[in-house]
């Protein structure tokens, strides 16, 4: 018996260029415990590969655009005399203005997870670099955080 692959082409495929992230947190630290703050923003453009389905094939070719703010929680672990090890969880509010094709907006949880190392060259100042996950439904990010961390 032989049947036929008639299948449907898909009525949109959407995949993103690699993006602008922006990330400003702060808070303050019990003991080992950090509590804080933050804010995200973040841009990325639609991959030329992306396209919509109507009567024809169309090219998507605008931007996704996203603003949050969340609630942030971690805990650094002494690895060393100048260096820690941090992992943190974080819990907000988002909202994405997408364009494909028609301009649309999108709102929800945000989920954050992040893990990294603190290297202390001073009592009061740190560098970091970690990884953290952000989780919104248009575009799920993969980042890599390179910042300061300033004791008062």
């Given at each position: 018996?032989?049947r036929?692959?008639h299948?449907l082409?898909k009525?949109k495929y959407?995949?993103?260029e ?8 702060g808070?303050?630290t ?6 804080g703050l ?17 009567r024809?094939?169309?090219?998507l070719?605008?931007d ?5 703010g969340?609630l ?8 060393g005399q ?8 974080g819990?907000?509010?988002?909202l ?6 028609r ?6 949880i ?7 190392l ?15 996950y952000?989780h919104?439904?248009?575009v ?7 910042g300061l961390?300033f004791?008062?």
């Amino acid at each position: 018996i032989h049947r036929a692959n008639h299948a449907l082409p898909k009525p949109k495929y959407k995949k993103y260029e690699m993006g602008f992230g922006l990330n400003v947190a702060g808070g303050v630290t019990h003991e080992r415990w950090r509590f804080g703050l933050g804010g995200i923003y973040k841009k990325n453009k639609h991959h030329s590969s992306s396209y919509y389905l109507e009567r024809a094939r169309h090219s998507l070719s605008s931007d996704s655009q996203t603003v949050g703010g969340y609630l942030d929680m971690g805990y650094q672990l002494p690895l060393g005399q100048n260096f820690d090890g941090y992992f943190g969880f974080g819990l907000g509010y988002y909202l994405s203005m997408i364009g494909d094709p028609r301009d649309r907006k999108q709102h929800d949880i945000l989920l954050i997870g992040s893990i990294g190392l603190a290297w202390y060259f001073s009592d009061n100042l740190a560098l970091r670099l970690g990884y953290r996950y952000q989780h919104e439904e248009e575009v799920p990010a993969h980042l890599i955080d390179l910042g300061l961390g300033f004791d008062f």
